[in-house]
């Protein structure tokens, strides 16, 4: 699936400081539709990342890898 990046959100603190990013996404192939929208958050950065310091292709890609793992079946 096709799967394309809507809108970027960046939410912030009363000091100014991001705190979240909202990243929505959409895609279809088909009948099948998807919409999500994927807050990344501090935990989802690794070591030595910061808010400040991602582009908007990565803060996409770490949402992607999270609505990834969000939707993997587990049984």
């Known amino acids: 699936m096709d799967i394309k990046k ?4 960046y939410n912030f603190d009363g000091g100014g ?3 979240s990013i909202t990243v929505s996404l959409s895609g279809n ?3 099948d539709y998807l ?3 994927i807050q990344v958050t501090p935990e989802d950065l690794t070591s030595g990342q910061t808010f400040d310091g991602l582009t ?3 803060i996409t890609t770490i949402a992607r890898a999270k609505l990834a793992k969000a939707t993997a079946v587990t049984e």
């Open 29 to 31: 192939e088909g009948a």
């Open 6 to 9: 809507t809108a970027l959100t």
């Open 35 to 37: 919409n999500a929208n």
């Open 17 to 19: 400081n991001t705190t």
């Open 56 to 58: 908007m292709k990565d």
